[in-house]
């Protein structure tokens, strides 16, 4: 009987299967309506990035971009408070008013999902600067795609990190489209690892189909990136679906899209396992279906959980003691009321 871990690369796989059946329930949440907004990027096909997330430790920070769900629940994110936000709902972590590309939550070290590209980089910036400064040991890992490649606040935030030594990791998800352009079609070399480099960062690729050769990577950066010299890491992956949930993508053709998905992390993952003799089939089938009824119960949680209250519209958007602002029919009312006296 194979021991359950915490760490290791069943943990790795039993986390990916996870993320996989939290983004299938996502689509379905779009599909039956229950979506907060029309724009949702799923990461299926990117699953890899487990192996960085489970390089990072607790107090670490991160920010996360579009596609940041798999990231978030890497991290050690709640299922149904998450599915609660992308749905609109008053229990998620913002209480509906983030949705799937607005999360943040500081208790676990998330500083904000960014639907700007590249838009959260450079926050990471200023907590490696603090984490510096107090000698706390943390790091602080910016998650984008490669669309953020052709982003200048990038290339000012790596300069930063390598000239002031921050305990900093970029890592570009590179899943080879922009919405629908091709990477080759964007970026006049593609060699982005060499990129970070230039700016003195530790710079490397790892395969995206491979979650322990992305551990194996991420492990030394991370390392690396808490004695001050910070990292950037290319995970090379396929995007499974379009840009967004809508997004059939047809740009891309069928015999693209089968080959791409032959490099599917989580499928590598447990054909690697079953090799290694790490677990057997009857054991990873009972953490694939543990996974599906998870999910199934934080799609059915958000589903079922209530909408915020109107009256909470203005929470959390202005400073504390802040009168909040009069809704636009009562000042309508008022000026009509004020002409009828005159």
Known sequence: MTVVSNTGPLARYRMMRRIRSFE??????????????????????????VGLTDAMRDGDSFTTHHRGHGVFLGRGADPNRMMAEIAGKQDGYCRGKGGSMHIADRALGHLGANAIVGGGISHVIG????????????ISVAFFGDGAMSQGILYESMNMAALWQLPVIFCCINNQYGMGTRVD????????????AAFGLNAARADGAEVETVHDTARAMVSAAREGRPGFLEIDAYRFFGHARMDKSPYRTPEEEAEGRQRDPLARARARLLAEGAAEAAELDRIDAAAGTEMDGALDHALAAPAPALSTMFQDVY????????????????????????
């Open 185 to 196: 079609r964007s970026a006049g070399s593609r060699d982005f690892p060499a990129r970070a």
């Open 24 to 49: 299938e329930r996502v689509g379905e949440l779009f599909l039956k309506g229950g979506s907060a907004g029309s724009m949702l990027h799923l990461s299926i096909g990117e699953e890899a990035v």
């Open 127 to 138: 907590a490696g600067l603090t984490y510096r400064n107090r000698g706390t040991g943390q």
């Open 319 to 342: 400073a504390p003691g802040t009168p909040a602002p009069r809704p636009q029919a009562d000042r309508l009312r008022a000026v009509l009321a004020e002409e009828a006296r005159a």
